[in-house]
T-cell receptor, first 115, second 111 residues
């Protein structure tokens, strides 16, 4: 069973704080993703990582950075949290092998509130 | 880039009825169309997908149809049950890894 875990289900931070969201997958998937989910806006891609130390900006990267030092772990970093970054953050992973189209497996999400 | 429109945003049906959710996409290069179901407190989970060389795919009570000419695809759920209540997302993929999601449909199945 594929498992994607996220370090926290709920997180409350103050404006200006540096925030780390951690994601770990246990299926040796090459690709990992960070999405943001807001009511009425669906899922929007923040950053994507092809493989270890590889990253690519998604559709809404402003205010975020990422780190992938190990294959199983992908971190999302908010350098200076702002109230408009209050949201649900979803991590996903995807294998490269097995064809061109592969299911993305999602974690349970981290609900971040920035006060 | 790709743009995916999803309708309706909310859908309420009686148990046993059918439910249909429709999506349109803009990028003719998109060739993979998955549907995800998100239950309360959980991450989205793939329920069915279709590739551009196929017009229809069925898995028990769930079916997806694709019209590439019109650039639209639909999810059909027959004999709905209360456990089908969830948020459903369609998505389109113009490249191997990238998914562009619709805004979601909240389906409520009333017993």
């Amino acid at each position: 069973d594929v498992k994607v875990t996220q370090s926290s289900r709920y997180l409350v931070k103050r404006t200006g704080e540096k925030v780390f969201l951690e994601c770990v997958q246990d299926m040796d998937h090459e690709n990992m993703f960070w999405y943001r989910q807001d009511p009425g806006l669906g899922l929007r891609l923040i950053y994507f990582s092809y493989d270890v130390k590889m990253k690519e900006k998604g559709d809404i990267p402003e205010g975020y950075s990422v780190s992938r030092e190990k294959k199983e772990r992908f971190s999302l970093i908010l350098e200076s949290a702002s109230t408009n970054q209050t949201s649900m953050y979803l991590c996903a992973s995807r294998p490269v092998a097995g064809g061109s189209y592969n299911e993305q497996f999602f974690g349970p999400g981290t609900r971040l509130t920035v006060l | 880039g790709e743009n995916v429109e999803q309708h309706p945003s909310t859908l309420s049906v009686q148990e046993g009825d059918s439910a249909v959710i429709k999506c349109t996409y803009s990028d003719s290069a998109s060739n993979y169309f998955p549907w995800y179901k998100q239950e309360l407190g959980k991450g989205p989970q793939l329920i069915i997908d279709i590739r551009s060389n196929v017009g229809e795919k069925k898995d028990q009570r769930i079916a997806v149809t694709l019209n590439k000419t019109a650039k639209h695809f639909s999810l059909h759920i027959t004999e709905t049950q209360p456990e089908d209540s969830a948020v459903y997302f369609c998505a389109a993929s113009p490249y191997r890894y990238k998914l562009t999601f619709g805004k979601g449909t909240l389906l409520t199945v009333n017993p």
